[in-house]
Nanobody, 115 residues
């Protein structure tokens, strides 16, 4: 059973930075894409950033220029560097990994940005 664990969330003031990491409980093979999603209270889960194994990236318009997604090594799958954080970035952030076999989700990490 593959588990993804996110870390790095927390409380930060507006303008601050956080770095989220996603680690897998075991090595994953056949990865196609890795991504971060956010879900604020009462809202749907939305894509924040995605990276392919070829290195292509795409970002939500609201975070472009402020957030950077990067691939890790081995079980440290993918990071999300978040700079110039805004109160509207507050949400639970989820790691998602899609392989040729399955799609995996973490339990989420809370990010709260105070004004």
């Amino acid at each position: 059973q593959v588990q993804l664990v996110e870390s790095g969330g927390g409380l930060v003031q507006a303008g601050g930075s956080l770095r989220l990491s996603c680690v897998a409980s075991t090595s994953l093979f056949g990865i196609n894409t890795m991504a971060w999603y956010q879900q604020a209270p009462g809202k749907q889960r939305e894509l924040v950033a995605r990276v392919t194994t070829a290195g292509s990236t795409n970002y939500a318009e609201s975070v472009r220029g402020r957030f950077t997604i990067s691939r890790g090594n081995n079980k440290n799958l993918v990071d999300l560097q978040m700079n110039s954080l805004k109160p509207e970035d507050s949400a639970v952030y989820y790691c998602n990994v899609n392989t040729i076999f399955n799609s995996y989700w973490g339990q989420g990490t809370q990010v709260t940005v105070s004004s």
